[in-house]
């Protein structure tokens, strides 16, 4: 079982940005995908990225706004989140994808590997 490790949750104020960051363990690369889950709703995908790095996806409610990324000599996965609103506000996760498609997967069932997920509070 690989476990995920996401860092850099926190409080922002409407219009303010985070980034997030998703430590993958080991030396295997994953297609990564982030996920949100805010209170009393489904676990939403919201951007992934393939192992290679060339194909990106966003959902669209947050295009243009997040950008997702990846260093894969640190095997790390990065979400930039800029203009940030109060509906933004969730548990945020990542996860690895095994497959060794060239294209990002959104549902969740997907995915092998997940992290603890980190907490993102947008005030208004």
């Known amino acids: 079982q690989v476990q995920l490790v996401e860092s850099g949750g926190g409080l922002v104020q409407a219009g303010g940005s985070l980034r997030l960051s998703c430590a993958v363990p080991g030396r295997s690369v994953y297609s990564m995908g982030w996920f949100r889950q805010a209170p009393g709703k489904g676990r939403e995908f919201v951007g992934g990225?393939?192992?290679?790095?060339?194909?990106?996806y966003h959902q669209d409610s947050v295009k243009g706004r997040f950008t997702i990324s990846r260093d894969n000599a640190k095997n790390t996965v990065s979400l930039q989140m800029n203009s940030l609103k109060p509906e933004d506000t969730a548990v945020y996760y990542c996860?690895?994808?095994?497959?060794?498609?060239?294209?990002?997967?959104?549902?969740?069932?997907?995915?092998?590997?997940w992290g603890q997920g980190t907490q993102v509070t947008v005030s208004s």
């Open positions: 990225i393939t192992r290679s790095g060339r194909t990106t």
């Open positions: 996860a690895a994808d095994r497959s060794l498609g060239p294209v990002v997967r959104t549902s969740r069932t997907f995915y092998d590997y």
